[in-house]
């Protein structure tokens, strides 16, 4: 049985980083795109950041450009994302998902095939 389990997040102040960690159970990453996927209180869930099997390709949003970073660690079956100058805006339960739809500038979650259970980050002002 495949398990996603996310990790890393928590509460920091306005301005402050954390690291995000994905890794899986019973599954080689390495042959996945990977993404993290947000959601806040009252608003639909969105892509943060997506990365191809290869690293090629990743997507960011609009929103977190410049401050957050998608990694993958083939050697250890972990995916990261690094979120540097945080803002209360990014307050949500993050989820990393295998095998997103990623395009070229676009990430969607239909189609993914495994999702993890999420991790809270809260940002305070």
Request: hydrophobic fraction near 30%.
């Amino acid at each position: 049985q495949v398990q996603v389990v996310e990790s890393g997040g928590g509460l920091v102040h306005a301005g402050g980083s954390l690291r995000l960690s994905c890794t899986a159970s019973n599954l080689k990453l390495d042959n996945y795109n990977m993404g993290w996927f947000r959601q806040a209180p009252g608003k639909e869930r969105e892509a943060v950041s997506c990365t191809s099997w290869t690293g090629k390709v990743t997507y960011y949003a609009d929103s977190v450009k410049g401050r957050f970073t998608i990694s993958r660690d083939h050697s250890d079956n972990m995916v990261y994302l690094q979120m540097n100058n945080l803002k209360p805006e990014d307050t949500a339960m993050y989820y990393c998902a295998v095998d997103p739809g990623l395009r070229i500038g676009s990430c969607s979650g239909s189609g993914t095939k495994w999702w993890g259970r999420g991790t809270q980050v809260t940002v305070s002002s």
